[in-house]
């Protein structure tokens, strides 16, 4: 999935000419924790969040002075931004929320501002991935990690005509050489298609059985 599939665009911006105060109205009013700041051509010079904007001001509200409200939004910004592309792969900026531990990622394209990508959206998608905002069961299945796995498995739905909504694999971190295949079918009946991946050897956890 690309970036520009997931992000925000136009995005909420904030001149490099303002005022700690004229962010934090902004903030308030558009009800947003992360503006990215640029000059008057879009050029992105850093990104301002509520969690700066805190740090620099006292905590006590009656301290603040209107000479601290009103020092220049650059002086408390972060210059260093992370940024991807339209076109970058989503899973790829993930690695950068992940190992950073930031709340958004500006996306520039040719120099220039053009949408934001923040931690809900991440969430979001990783929701929608999963497949379960649409009615179904979800069920997960043990496989041995060599190839071919994926298509024995999407052959049974095949063969008993139901549809695939999500489909997610990763290690199964108890087990070396294994992997758990997360699968979301578009049927609320699953004990057909488990019997069959049973038969096939496969390990199947059930949510039936769980009580889930």
């Not at 509200?61 to 260093?80: A, D, F, G, W």
């Not at 940024?83 to 993930?94: G, K, N, R, S, W």
């Amino acid at each position: 999935m690309l970036v520009e599939r997931i992000m925000t665009s136009p995005c909420i911006s904030f001149s490099s000419t303002g005022t700690i105060e004229e962010v934090i109205n902004l903030m308030n009013e558009k009800n947003i924790h992360h503006v990215p700041i640029v000059d008057d051509n879009m050029k992105l010079i850093g990104i301002i969040s509520d969690r700066d904007v805190k740090q620099a001001l006292p905590s006590n509200l009656s301290e603040r002075s209107n000479l601290e409200l009103n020092v220049p939004i650059t002086k408390i910004m972060q210059q260093h931004v992370i940024t991807c592309h339209p076109l970058d792969f989503v899973e790829e900026i993930a690695l950068d929320f992940y190992h950073e531990s930031i709340g958004s990622i500006p996306v520039v394209k040719r120099g220039k501002l053009v949408g934001i990508v923040t931690a809900k959206d991440m969430l979001n998608t990783f929701i929608e991935l999963t497949g379960v905002t649409t009615p179904g069961t979800t069920i997960q299945i043990q496989i041995p990690d060599i190839p071919g796995n994926i298509h024995e498995i999407t052959e049974v739905f095949h063969r008993f005509k139901i549809g695939i909504e999500g489909i997610l694999v990763f290690r199964d971190k108890n087990n070396p050489g294994k992997k758990i295949v997360s699968l979301r079918m578009l049927s609320m009946h699953p004990q057909q298609v488990i019997k069959e991946l049973v038969a096939k050897d496969f390990e199947v956890y059930n949510p039936m059985e769980n009580s889930l």
